[in-house]
């Protein structure tokens, strides 16, 4: 599974970006999904992961409310609507899939797209 994220950008406070993250492979609609980002001396975190069917989310605390992941399995895509974005949430944003166990499990990740650059500015 290749896994290409797109959509970064300079936003202002207050802005909003949609991330996507295009799989390939057959195995899309399997994998459960997530969002890691990581910041400039920052170990990466889990902003947000969904199960492969979408029934179950998970969002780290820093973003609930302003962040709304989803798929669409048939497109083979995971998106990530970021909302009233704040310069704290300026990161490298990851997109990531594998055979979770649970989308809260970082270490079941084992598939990586390079990253997409999200700068917020104040």
């Known amino acids: 599974v290749q896994l290409q994220a797109s959509g970064g950008g300079l936003v202002q406070a207050g802005g909003s970006l949609r991330l996507s993250c295009a799989a390939s492979?057959?195995?899309?609609?399997?994998?459960?999904m997530g969002w890691f980002r990581q910041a400039p001396g920052r170990e990466r975190e889990l902003v947000a992961g969904?199960?492969?069917?979408?029934?179950?989310?998970y969002y780290a605390d820093s973003v609930k409310g302003r962040f709304t992941i989803s798929r669409d399995n048939a497109k083979k895509t995971v998106y990530l609507q970021m909302n009233s974005l704040k310069p704290e949430d300026t990161a490298v944003y990851y997109c990531?899939?594998?055979?979770?166990?649970?989308?809260?499990?970082?270490?079941?990740?084992?598939?990586w797209g390079q990253g997409t650059q999200v700068t917020v500015s104040s």
């Open positions: 969904i199960s492969w069917s979408g029934g179950t989310k």
């Open positions: 990531a899939g594998g055979l979770v166990r649970s989308i809260r499990y970082v270490g079941d990740y084992e598939y």
């Open positions: 492979g057959r195995t899309f609609s399997t994998y459960g």
